[in-house]
T-cell receptor, first 110, second 116 residues
Framework: GQQLNQSPQSMFIQEGEDVSMNCTSS?????WLWYKQDPGEGPVLLIA?????ELTSNGRLTAQFGITRKDSFLNISASIPSDVGIYFC??????????FGKGTRLHILP | EADIYQTPRYLVIGTGKKITLECSQT?????MYWYQQDPGMELHLIHY???????EKGDLSSESTVSRIRTEHFPLTLESARPSHTSQYLC???????????????FGPGTRLTVL
């Protein structure tokens, strides 16, 4: 079945650093989604991408829909402590559901 | 902020007990979902519903059952809990997808279940 592969699995960074993570698939997706999950909470949608090559920003977050439709990238600039959490990429499968990657865990070192 | 609620937030029970995890949303969404997530891991869809009286099994097999008698309410039941059911259970809802687009799934805060 379809699968989303996220890398890196974990990141340990200093406050103020920029962050890059990506998501790849063996299948084509027509929509890419990036969610963030804070500890003890449910995921929240950060950015949705609908068109190959699209670059979309949400504050310090920027995401890109790869031109092959098989990958997507999320960048966070000037990280702050509240950026800590798990970042999931996801893609719709038909009209019924979405599948999630395994997540990238972001840790900020004191 | 999403108006989707789950109770209880935390539940610790003994093996063999029957439990019901509650999920309700006030957004009038037709579609609702249950996901299972081990701590810090990926989400797996276990049940979903298109609307009242509709329930479907998800990608991950689960011994739990769901019902959808009212639009706003989508409870999940385990008839006899076992330690293997220990996990986090997340409920979500969304509108019907618009043509050519995607409608966001809004998630509740989750119920962390521990079966001893």
């Amino acid at each position: 079945g379809q699968q989303l592969n996220q890398s890196p699995q974990s990141m340990f960074i200093q406050e103020g650093e920029d962050v890059s993570m990506n998501c790849t698939s063996s299948s084509i997706f027509n929509t890419w989604l990036w969610y963030k999950q804070d500890p003890g909470e449910g995921p929240v949608l950060l950015i949705a991408l609908y068109k190959a090559g699209e670059l979309t920003s949400n504050g310090r977050l920027t995401a890109q829909f790869g031109i092959t439709r098989k990958d997507s990238f999320l960048n966070i600039s000037a990280s702050i402590p509240s950026d800590v959490g798990i970042y999931f990429c996801a893609g719709p499968v038909g009209y019924d559901k979405i599948i999630f990657g395994k997540g990238t865990r972001l840790h900020i070192l004191p | 902020e999403a108006d989707i609620y789950q109770t209880p937030r935390y539940l610790v029970i003994g093996t063999g007990k029957k439990i019901t995890l509650e999920c309700s949303q006030t957004m009038g969404h037709d579609k609702m979902y249950w996901y299972q997530q081990d701590p810090g891991m990926e989400l797996h869809l276990i049940h979903y519903s298109y609307g009242v009286n509709s329930t479907e099994k998800g990608d991950l097999s689960s011994e739990s059952t769901v019902s959808r008698i009212r639009t706003e309410h989508f409870p999940l039941t385990l008839e006899s809990a076992r330690p293997s059911h220990t996990s986090q259970y997340l409920c979500a809802s969304s509108e019907w997808p618009r043509a050519g687009g995607y409608n966001e799934q809004f998630f509740g805060p989750g119920t962390r279940l521990t079966v001893l």
